[in-house]
């Protein structure tokens, strides 16, 4: 990196340790620690450019601080998982923006989650099929070895049943060809809404996947970018236990 580029990753840098403080500031710790680690590395960077001792001097005192912190909240979140006292909210107001999939599972996702769990009584019309369509699709990107997704889901019973059934057997043979089996089972008196990985993050969404609202229209901003998709007001619960269904 030039000394041009110095500018540029300490902005990164400033904008992600801020997120970082305002997370940790509202107790949303796993994502706060995310951005922490990010932050860091980004003024590690900016470290290794810089030729200004005393500019160095600067970095190194916030990299020590922002390390500290990083740390403490690391030790805490350990503990709540070991005593299965993790809990975490995440209220989205309505109209908010920026709470795509990515953004709100990636702090939950490991290297080690291969297998998840979708209970959700309302994968039924053409959206919400897409919405699970869209979810199956982060976790195929995201930085973990997906092998198996379970779908507890409720039967359409009107006449678009056929269609649900149709979208689901499209999409199970489409992530066969990912090396993802997608199990389908169906329940008549599912009500509750939970996401469970077997890295034992659980998460549980009042609006279970369908927190979107419909866009505008079909070229509008949001309509292809779920980060710029205008939500429904709903709050999201985490948990944490060493111990998830295996059946």
Not at 86 to 113: C, M, V, W
Not at 137 to 147: F, S, W
Not at 205 to 226: A, E, M, N, T
């Amino acid at each position: 990196m030039t000394q041009n580029n110095v500018p540029g990753m300490e902005a990164s840098a400033i904008s992600v340790l801020k997120r970082a403080v305002e997370l940790d500031n509202t107790s949303r710790f796993q994502e706060s620690l995310i951005c922490y680690q990010e932050g860091i590395q980004l003024l590690l960077d900016v470290l290794k450019a810089v030729k200004d001792d005393s500019k160095k001097v600067h970095y190194r005192e916030k990299i020590k601080g922002y390390m500290e912190r990083a740390e403490q909240i690391k030790v805490h979140l350990t503990r709540e998982k070991e005593e299965g006292k993790y809990h975490e909210q995440i209220k989205i107001a309505d109209n908010a923006t920026g709470y795509s999939y990515d953004r709100l599972f990636r702090p939950y996702i490991s290297e080690t989650l291969t297998e998840v769990w979708v209970e959700d009584p309302y994968i039924r019309y053409v959206h919400q099929l897409y919405n699970f369509l869209r979810f199956c699709e982060m976790l195929i990107k995201a930085p973990c070895k997906v092998r198996r997704v379970h779908l507890l889901t409720s039967q359409d019973e009107n006449e678009s049943s056929s269609q649900q059934m149709s979208a689901l057997a499209e999409i199970k043979q489409s992530l066969k060809q990912h090396n993802v089996t997608l199990d389908l089972e169906y329940s008549s008196t599912i009500h509750d809404r939970e996401i469970r990985f077997n890295n034992g993050w659980i998460i549980k969404i009042g609006r279970g996947l369908d927190y979107f609202k419909k866009p505008k229209g079909r070229f509008s901003v949001g309509y292809c970018d779920y980060d710029l998709r205008e939500c429904h007001e709903t709050s999201v619960d985490i948990f944490h236990t060493k111990h998830t269904r295996t059946t």
